[in-house]
């Protein structure tokens, strides 16, 4: 017997827009069997080149003593992004705590509210990379040391 029509769950999450299509997942909060709970987030898809999997990040604040100010600071977390819900790049999400999905995956994106505006994401995505080659970078002097 062929199901043709995948019933769609109430997440127990109060969300603007519920997805259109099903889908086949097992880890998605309505067609699938995981459960959300805990902590929820607002925060923009940095990449989405990974299968099932995008990038979140978002902006949170962190005072310095010394300065007397905030400093801004970015959270970054994995996030599963089922096809019915299907997040691309530079959109503005919201994603739900679940049990453990990988090694470093406990979230899933429950829906997509807007776009990011070009300069946000450019300047998002710019730090990132900037990040990631400064560790690449740190990395490999390690490695020129233990060559030593
Ligand atoms: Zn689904």
Redesign the pocket.
């Known amino acids: 017997m062929k199901i043709t029509t995948i019933p769609q769950k109430n997440i127990g999450i109060a969300v603007s827009k519920k997805?259109d299509s099903?889908?086949v997942?097992k880890n998605?909060p309505?067609?699938?069997t995981i459960r959300v709970r805990g902590m929820q987030f607002t925060g923009t898809v940095l990449s989405a080149s990974a299968q099932k999997t995008v990038t979140v990040s978002w902006e949170r604040k962190y005072f310095v003593k010394k300065y007397d100010r905030y400093q801004r600071r970015y959270t970054k977390v994995l996030a599963h992004n089922?096809?019915?819900?299907n997040a691309q790049l530079g959109d503005i999400v919201r994603i739900a705590e679940t049990r453990p999905l990988s090694k470093g995956k406990h979230f899933v994106v429950i829906e997509v509210t807007g776009r990011a505006k070009h300069e946000e994401l450019d300047q998002m995505v710019s730090l990132q990379q900037e990040r990631s080659e400064r560790k690449k970078g740190k990395l490999q002097d390690e490695k020129a040391k233990g060559d030593q």
Not at 82 to 85: D, E, L, M, N, V
């Open positions: 997805p099903a889908c997942d998605c309505y067609h699938g089922p096809k019915c819900i």
